[in-house]
């Protein structure tokens, strides 16, 4: 596609459910990123793929949080157990790879409401 | 790890003002510093970025300064229009270089 999309692009959930957000990077691009967005605030790095390297799992908040991508392109960002307090908007950047440098391309996020 | 530092959190202009954002960074070894823009219900998108070699670097009404040595960098914007209103995020690669950390933005507001 043109851009980094993103679904869905609100969910709300009952606490204590697992939910799934979605990313379609722009294509040929072999880095992607997670970033969590609370209320007014700044972006926060969960996660970051880069080809077939293991991923960088270091901004991930707890084990509730995981994340996977299949064939080096969709990736899926799985959030266990949620809490209210993820509660965020959830965005999804590419980048055509990790070479420094590089721009980030971001999608317009996924917001997720735990109620 | 890298540390990015943005201020103001808020920023107030009248139409037809300069506008100035400042971040500072921890780690001497970033060489790659963005600018996004974020407006309502979208994601960020880069809108000027400056590399290490560089000290200033300019685009039409927007412009930014690199000092390496004192490890800080910002945003110009001149000739504010109501259509900057937006939340502006700074941002360094760090050490490793594959990655992003984000300052913690600035809400900028234009008055007509």
């Known amino acids: 596609g043109a851009g980094v999309s993103q679904s869905p692009s609100n969910k709300v959930t009952e606490k204590g459910k697992d939910v799934e957000l979605r990313c379609d990077p722009i294509s040929g691009h072999t880095a992607l990123y997670w970033y969590r967005q609370s209320l007014g605030q700044g972006l926060e790095f969960l996660i970051y793929?880069?080809?077939?390297?293991?991923?960088?799992k270091s901004g991930l908040p707890s084990d509730r949080f995981s994340a996977e991508r299949t064939g080096g392109s969709v990736s899926t960002l799985t959030i266990q157990r949620t809490q209210q307090e993820d509660s965020a908007v959830y965005l999804c950047?590419?980048?055509?790879?990790?070479?420094?440098?590089?721009?980030?391309?971001f999608g317009q996020g996924t917001r997720l409401t735990v109620v | 790890g890298e540390n990015v530092e943005q201020h103001p959190s808020t920023l107030s202009v009248q139409e037809g003002d300069s506008a100035v954002i400042k971040c500072t960074y921890s780690d001497s070894a970033s060489n790659y510093f963005p600018w996004y823009k974020q407006e309502l219900g979208k994601g960020p998108q880069l809108i000027i970025d400056i590399r290490s070699n560089v000290g200033e670097k300019k685009d039409q009404r927007i412009a930014v300064t690199l000092n390496k040595t004192a490890k800080h960098f910002s945003l110009h914007i001149t000739e504010t229009q109501p259509e900057d209103s937006a939340v502006y995020f700074c941002?360094?690669?760090?050490?490793?270089?594959?990655?992003?950390?984000f300052g913690g933005g600035t809400r900028v507001l234009v008055k007509p």
């Open positions: 950047a590419s980048s055509e790879d990790s070479d420094r440098g590089r721009e980030e391309f």
């Open positions: 941002a360094a690669d760090g050490a490793a270089g594959n990655k992003l950390t």
């Open positions: 793929f880069q080809g077939n390297s293991a991923p960088d």
